[in-house]
């Protein structure tokens, strides 16, 4: 990606330059003289073949690279972690799949206090679930994230600058877009997609770890069935103690 | 009604086909020949009152008077809001009352003033008013009453707009691109009141502007003089008639958006709003998309775009060639890619969305359509530099404002090429390489252009000449101003600053930024005051400037040929002008003066080599 950038950087550097240098050329070689013997050539058909073939040419350049890397940022790899990010004015929680690789269904008319994911009580691959109701996500190194957002109100956007990658995060629709973090380190995650009043607060954090580092992470993480198990918990000791009060 | 048709029609019929066989019988014996009118002329209607003649006018060129002086009124009021926006930016808290929420209110009124209110109706409404009549050699719009409806939408539609910094909860701040769900939804200032009065407003706008853009359609298509052929007319004719075919077709979409949405807004259908999560709550909404508003939006917002740039491209053709003394390089070639980008603006929409969440297989589509826009573009930015070649260029303040579009312009569309490119955009897009890009491109060049046509047609409007030496500071100022302005915005995009932030804070990555934001700020702010020359002159030069005289700039097209200078109602006098040739016969071989004017028959420059386009 970065390469295209250079690339096009270079090359439309150089279109800029020679256009201003040609200009200031004419500007000292022609400013005007009485009676200066001016071309009278409305039209050169040559001349401008040349230019729409090598314009041609230039932009194919610069677009046939850009397509390729387009290409490859779109196929996400097979061996990709999955994140599931949720987005709200105005903060972020994140959804791992868990053991079984799979993100159960979950959607914004399910949520309650209880269910802060709108999971689907029904569905049996959500019950291993990973939920990280924090802005801060852990993520290996040289391992390809795909990366899938949903938003629960507005349209927001999961960026990282260092990243380079990013995507709107709408809500009704899962959009994705994929990334291999490869330094570790700490990095600042912005809403890049203008979501009201808190959108320019609206930041998170991106923790890139070695492999040990992230296995420990995930394990102190609570999957959903230990989050309804304590939910039940909960509201068990909540009707002990009323009964107790009885 | 089929008789009377027929009855009128019959002679004129007669008359056509006598002259048909005439020229084709003798066409080589009177080189002076020039078609005979098909259509015998109309009388106009006359103002006597001062509210006709000066309020409810019917004359082009008073509308177009209106129309400038309410559109930069509407500029003013953009480019105070954005002195704000820097302040902010630059000394975050320095003035206490910009809050977060007014931060967003103002970037939304700057962003859809500073586009549509300003920029669309100067172009459109002030220079399309004033200039097509004149240069197609019509005595007025074809539909003036039509036309004087028009300017007074416009009028409400603004003063709506501006109301809506008065009414309670303030302004919309959804950002100039009002998506929804945000838009609409208390989260962004002004969802209630401020959203309603903005759609409200750019309905009218369309409404009023489709009034206008079918005068200028139907008085291009239809009212042009004798002799006025298509490919003879001034290609600042060519960029307002393309740009307002655009429009046509533009607008209406931004009209159905901004009625779906007022509907979402008032009776909570879901055009465009899913179900949403507010406050624990879920909301009556199900199903919309809002995706599907941003394709309607950049199907209008794309074609807008060029709406304000095809106008631009056209008259800064005409200035350069007029201020070089020489014919523009390869008319034919202009007009084409004229069309040619117009057309293709329809097809380009979606490289505003690259990220937006839509299919990404619609990157490689878009990606192609919008590097292809490149090439005809590319070709009309050699064929300016190419008139410069071996021309007699007069240094004066239109052609420095030209010259100053140039340079901002190729250095927009080549960002534009970064962010065209689907694969460079993703980094870069909703950062402020975008903002850098769209100021250059979209709102510097304009202005250049705008303000050298001002230099340029000032004296035709008022009949004196504006100071050049004041011209020339305003010039420097404004050029070398906006590029400190937005030259380090590249960078700042670079280094991922997004846009639309109230605030940086301390991030990590931005302290560099810090001092660049100080600096743009001040860049900003002087920039802005040093307009106060522009209208320093303006304003003397009304009472004391040079008088112009006729054709002061010793140009070709038929504007500057009218009998009475400033031109007065009706145009032409007694008798409409007969055209001879393309506005660009300048140092023709073999002819005395450095120029011929349209209007000149070949029998008086009978040595000139005109070379037949
Ligand atoms: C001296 C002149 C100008 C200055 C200093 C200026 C400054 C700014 C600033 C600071 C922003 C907000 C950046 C952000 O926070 O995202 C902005 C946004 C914008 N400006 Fe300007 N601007 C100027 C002239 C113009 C002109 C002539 C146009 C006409 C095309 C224009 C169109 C816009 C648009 C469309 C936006 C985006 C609004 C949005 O994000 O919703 N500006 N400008
Ligand atoms: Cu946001
Ligand atoms: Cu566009």
Request: net charge negative; proline share 6%; glycine share 8%.
């Amino acid at each position: 990606m970065d390469d295209t950038i250079n690339l096009t950087f270079w090359i439309g550097g150089g279109v800029f330059i020679l256009v201003c240098l040609f200009m200031v050329y004419c500007i000292l070689k022609f400013s005007y003289k009485e009676g200066r013997k001016v071309e009278y050539k409305p039209e050169d058909h040559k001349l401008e073949k040349i230019l729409t073939i090598a314009t041609t040419v230039g932009v194919i350049a610069l677009l046939a690279p850009g397509l390729i890397v387009y290409n490859n940022y779109i196929n996400t790899p097979k061996n990709a972690l999955q994140v599931e990010v949720n987005a709200w004015q105005w903060g972020w929680q994140y959804r791992l799949p868990g053991e079984d690789g799979i993100l159960g269904t979950a959607q914004v008319a399910k949520i309650t206090d209880d269910n802060p994911f709108g999971m689907n009580l029904d569905d049996p691959n959500g019950k291993d679930d990973i939920l990280i109701q924090d802005d801060v996500l852990h993520l290996k190194t040289d391992r390809p994230v795909k990366i899938l957002l949903r938003s629960l109100d507005v349209l927001h956007n999961y960026y990282v600058p260092q990243f380079r990658a990013k995507m709107d995060a709408i809500p009704g629709i899962i959009s994705y877009y994929w990334f291999e973090p490869n330094k570790i380190g700490e990095y600042e995650v912005l809403c890049a997609e203008y979501c009201g009043v808190g959108h320019y607060a609206m930041r998170a954090k991106v923790i890139v770890e070695n492999e040990d580092n992230y296995e420990n992470w995930i394990k102190e993480q609570e999957t959903f069935s230990d989050l309804i198990a304590k939910q039940e918990n909960n509201k068990l000791k909540t009707t002990l103690v009323a009964q107790n009060n009885d | 009604m089929s008789d009377e048709y027929n009855q009128q029609n019959t002679p004129l019929e007669a008359q056509s086909s006598e002259t048909m066989s005439g020229s084709s019988g003798t066409p080589s014996k009177d080189i002076d020949y020039v078609r005979p009118a098909e259509i015998p002329e109309q009388d106009l209607y006359h103002g006597h009152s001062f509210i006709t003649k000066w309020v409810f006018c019917q004359d082009a060129k008073i509308i177009g008077v209106q129309y400038f002086l309410t559109a930069v009124f509407t500029g003013v009021v953009g480019l105070i809001l954005s002195w704000l926006m820097r302040l902010q930016l630059g000394y975050p808290e320095l003035v206490p009352f910009i809050t977060a929420e007014h931060y967003y209110q103002f970037v939304t009124m700057h962003g859809m003033i500073m586009v549509v209110y300003f920029l669309t109706a100067l172009f459109l409404g002030g220079f399309g008013n004033y200039l097509i009549p004149l240069m197609v050699g019509a005595r007025d719009m074809v539909f003036p009453y039509v036309n004087m409806i028009s300017f007074w939408m416009f009028f409400i539609a603004v003063c709506v707009l501006m109301a809506s910094f008065f009414v309670p909860g303030g302004p919309t701040g959804a950002g100039w691109t009002l998506y929804p769900p945000q838009a609409i939804l208390p989260g962004t200032p002004g969802a209630n009141m401020g959203i309603i009065l903005m759609l409200i407003s750019l309905s009218l706008f369309v409404i009023g502007f489709t009034m206008g853009g079918l005068n200028y359609i139907i008085t291009i298509l239809q009212a042009r003089t004798r002799g006025m052929t298509l490919m003879r007319m001034p290609l600042t004719i060519w960029g307002i008639f393309t740009a307002t075919a655009l429009a046509m077709l533009a607008f209406p979409a931004l009209l159905v958006s901004c009625i779906m949405m007022t509907l979402d807004k008032l009776l909570e259908t879901s055009f465009f709003m899913p179900s949403i999560l507010q406050a624990g709550e879920v909301l009556s909404y199900e199903g919309g998309s809002p995706v599907l508003f941003q394709h309607l939006f950049w199907f209008f917002g794309h074609p807008e775009v060029y709406i304000v740039a095809l106008p631009a491209f056209g008259i800064v053709s005409d200035l350069i060639s007029v201020h070089a003394r020489k014919n523009i390089f390869g008319y034919r070639m202009m007009v084409w890619a004229i069309v040619g980008i117009g057309g293709l603006s329809f097809f380009v929409w979606a490289h505003h969305m690259y990220v937006s969440g839509m299919n990404p297989w619609f990157g490689f589509f878009f990606a192609t359509t919008t590097l292809i826009i490149a090439v005809p573009t590319a070709l009309k930015v050699y064929n300016w530099i190419i008139t410069l070649f071996k021309a007699n260029i007069r240094m004066n303040t239109v052609m420095l404002f030209c010259l100053g579009f140039i340079v901002t312009f190729v250095n927009g569309g080549i960002t534009g090429i970064f962010l065209g490119n689907v694969a460079v955009d993703i980094p870069l897009s909703d950062t402020y390489f975008v903002i850098a890009h769209f100021h250059m491109v979209m709102g510097i060049a304009p202005l250049m252009v705008i303000m050298g046509a001002v230099y340029h047609w000032f004296p035709l409007v008022t009949g004196r000449m504006l100071s050049e030496k004041l011209g020339k500071w305003h010039f420097w100022f404004t050029f070398l101003g906006a590029y400190s302005i937005y030259f380090p915005m590249h960078y700042l995009g670079f280094i991922g600053v997004p846009r639309r932030y109230f605030e940086m804070y301390d991030s990590p990555y931005v302290t560099s930024a810090v001092g660049m934001n100080e600096f743009i700020t001040l860049a900003a702010l002087i920039v802005g005051f040093s307009q106060l020359i522009f209208i320093y002159n303006i304003v003397t030069s009304l009472k004391i400037g040079k008088p112009a005289g006729k054709n002061p700039w010793k140009a070709n097209s038929l504007e500057w040929l009218t009998p009475d200078v400033p031109p007065t109602h009706g145009n032409w006098g007694e008798k409409l002008p007969v055209i001879y040739r393309w506005p660009y016969d300048f140092n023709v071989p073999g002819a005395k003066e450095d120029y011929i004017t349209q209007t000149t028959p070949p029998s008086e420059v009978i040595n000139a080599e005109v070379e037949k386009t």
